[in-house]
């Protein structure tokens, strides 16, 4: 039983979640600023635009070079998070939660078309509740937060931080749940959780976090089962149509089932550095919770049964899922349909006479844009010189911007430039302002841009993963960073064997199958499924 934690122990001194790398504000001077724009103007001198080295924000360690210190870097250059003042925790900045809401936004809807309402559970749970449930209390007690003191005094029960919800939700349908016609019940939650990690990486573990939880009761186990089911099919949808994300939906093993289910279904991703991200869940939990807090119902025979039950959750690991995906060496690389902005606007003028006809450019972009739903922003700031503004875009991973300078106020059109194609080859001049013309190009261009980041993705993933047909093999593969796939058969001792000796763990026993006769690369047994192992966060 890990050892109770009081609250005054929570505020000794920390360290720092987050390598400080935060650049030194750069102010233009009248001069440079006007010089930086003669060289920038419109079309007149493109190659000028693709400004580096004195004019970049803040460097990053390079991607290949040091991929953990590449991502802390962009975190903190692309003000997506901070660390707090406690060891193991972030403060999510607004550009950070922008992405979050984003992610909201998407499943939010989702939820309450398959029938899910919206409500929420105290954050803290009695701990009595955690021990209703064996295997769930074994599972998650090296990760309990207590508190043991409450105004002053000593409390006779301790409280659990809320690690999870599924005893909490349980104590309370066990009192709403009377009848077959209280089925199913069907919620989900917007919360916070903590958990006492030992190990962090912002967004990706630390001590508190935000998620989704959906929690759902059932009449029979076939109705659990298809909801487990269809919440893994939402998180996958999600993933490769908005997060462009190319996840591996599947099984879990027994061993990496999660405490308290019958069965876990997961979405799997393959981050930049090739280790394994486990981006969202769907538990099954049969009826382990419901005979534990005796959640009952009366069913149109008579007679008296337990509840079938299910949870999902997809939490804030999903940026951390984002940057790592799809980032680069100059920053951030946001898909267009969960990016905060998804048009930049940048103004450019030499002479102060040319500066009210570009801004009245730029407004009229903008306000096109706008009514055409597209989530755009101007950035006319004159503290700040044009190349310092696109090296700042590109770190936030803006997919589009938008160049206006005196030639292309005269030519009534502007200057495109994609995030995801670096330099000349990703800029395109001439692109008229006519409304439907300057719509219809910049919605392509975002559209193109999200289908070439999930193409991208898929082709990195596919050509990281390997077929073995032998546990050599299969160390040979993890030993070169690659994910191994091959037919599974063997034991729980045998998984374990694997984990210890090449760190690695089964993802998943994907849900798409190759068919044909199986042998286990492990024992030489028949084999059903093959299996995916990788090392992972």
């Not at 916070?192 to 912002?202: C, D, G, I, Q």
């Not at 308290?260 to 550095?273: L, P, Q, S």
């Not at 763990?505 to 084999?527: H, L, S, V």
Request: charged share 25%; aromatic share 10%; hydrophobic share 40%.
């Amino acid at each position: 039983m890990a050892s109770l934690l009081r609250l005054p122990s929570l505020l000794s001194p920390s360290k720092p979640l987050l390598r400080r790398r935060f650049p030194t504000a750069r102010l233009a001077t009248p001069a440079a600023s006007r010089g930086q724009a003669s060289a920038a103007a419109g079309a007149a001198a493109p190659a000028a635009t693709e400004t580096r080295g004195g004019d970049r924000e803040g460097q990053v360690t390079p991607r290949s070079a040091d991929f953990n210190a590449w991502y802390t870097d962009v975190i903190a250059a692309a003000e997506l998070a901070d660390y707090g003042p406690v060891r193991g925790t972030m403060v999510i900045r607004p550009y950070g939660y922008a992405i979050w809401e984003a992610i909201q936004d998407y499943l939010n809807v989702k939820f309450k078309e398959t029938g899910h309402s919206n409500m929420y559970f105290p954050q803290f749970i009695p701990y009595s509740f955690i021990e209703k449930e064996a295997s769930h209390v074994e599972g998650f007690s090296p990760e309990l937060a207590l508190v043991t003191i409450g105004g002053g005094k000593e409390l006779e029960e301790k409280l659990v931080v809320r690690p999870t919800s599924e005893t909490i939700v349980n104590h309370m349908f066990t009192k709403w749940i009377q009848s077959y016609r209280d089925l199913p019940l069907m919620i989900n939650q917007w919360a916070n959780v903590t958990r006492w990690e030992m190990r962090t990486k912002p967004f990706i573990r630390t001590l508190e976090f935000l998620w989704q939880e959906g929690h759902t009761a059932h009449a029979t186990l076939e109705e659990a089962e298809k909801e487990a089911m269809q919440m893994i099919d939402v998180y996958t949808k999600f993933a490769f149509e908005q997060a462009a994300i190319p996840v591996i939906p599947g099984r879990k093993s027994r061993v990496e089932t999660f405490a308290g289910a019958n069965r876990t279904y997961t979405i799997e991703a393959m981050m930049g550095d090739k280790k394994a991200l486990q981006a969202g869940t769907s538990h099954n939990l049969g009826q382990n919770f419901s005979r534990a807090f005796g959640t009952q119902f009366m069913d149109e025979n008579g007679q008296i049964e337990h509840v079938w039950q299910t949870s999902w959750a997809i939490s804030t690991r999903f940026v951390g899922g984002i940057i790592m995906t799809h980032g680069d060496d100059a920053g951030l690389m946001l898909p267009p349909r969960i990016a905060p902005i998804q048009v930049i606007i940048v103004p450019i003028w030499k002479k102060g006479d040319e500066k009210s006809a570009v801004l009245e450019a730029v407004d009229s972009v903008q306000k096109i844009l706008k009514e055409a739903g597209i989530r755009v922003k101007v950035d006319d700031s004159e503290l700040r010189t044009p190349g310092w503004k696109f090296n700042h875009y590109e770190m936030k991973g803006v997919p589009v911007r938008i160049e206006i300078g005196p030639r292309d106020v005269t030519n009534k059109s502007v200057v495109v430039s994609r995030r995801d194609v670096p330099g000349k080859q990703g800029k395109e001049f001439g692109v008229s302002m006519e409304p439907s013309v300057l719509v219809n190009h910049i919605k392509g261009r975002l559209e193109d841009i999200q289908a070439s980041l999930l193409q991208k993705a898929i082709t990195f993933r596919d050509s990281n993963i390997i077929d073995v047909s032998s546990y050599g093999e299969l160390k040979e593969a993890i030993a070169e960073g690659k994910w191994a796939r091959g037919p599974w058969s063997a034991s729980d001792a045998d998984e374990l064997k694997v984990k210890e000796e090449t760190s690695a763990t089964i993802r998943c026993y994907p849900f798409e199958q190759p068919e044909g006769t199986k042998k286990c690369f492990m024992t030489g047994n028949p084999a059903e499924e093959v299996a995916i192992f990788a090392k992972s966060y």
